[in-house]
Nanobody, 122 residues
Framework: RVQLVESGGGSVQAGGSRRLSCRVSRYTYCMAWFRQAPGMERERVASIYRTHGITDYADSVKGRFTISQDNDRLTVYLQMNNLKPEDTAMYYC??????????????????WGRGTQVTVSS
């Protein structure tokens, strides 16, 4: 199994920024960031194909969030700008999908971190 550890969560005011990090124990083809607010389903907000750097974003975060990776490809970041109260959630990184495909569905991801909480106040 792949171990993932998220960091960087915290409290921020609306309009502010936060950068989340996810350190993985080994290279995998696809990495994704999900979030889950209380009472809501887990939502994929961003994904990246590690080899080519191809990214994808949920419509709700396009233009505000950026997923990237470190040169060693063992750390993936989620830069979050212009944060809104509706971005408040537990944020998780995930990996290990069939064929290395970056699916939208959370049940396609076999390995998850424990999550890091982001709270945006108005």
């Amino acid at each position: 199994r792949v171990q993932l550890v998220e960091s960087g969560g915290g409290s921020v005011q609306a309009g502010g920024s936060r950068r989340l990090s996810c350190r993985v124990s080994r290279y995998t083809y696809c990495m994704a960031w999900f979030r889950q607010a209380p009472g809501m389903e887990r939502e994929r907000v961003a994904s990246i194909y590690r080899t080519h750097g191809i990214t994808d974003y949920a419509d709700s975060v396009k233009g505000r969030f950026t997923i990237s990776q470190d040169n060693d490809r063992l750390t993936v970041y989620l830069q979050m700008n212009n944060l809104k109260p509706e971005d408040t959630a537990m944020y998780y990184c995930a990996t290990s999908t069939p064929g290395g495909v970056c699916y939208e569905a959370s049940d396609k991801y076999a390995d998850w971190g424990r999550g890091t909480q982001v709270t945006v106040s108005s």
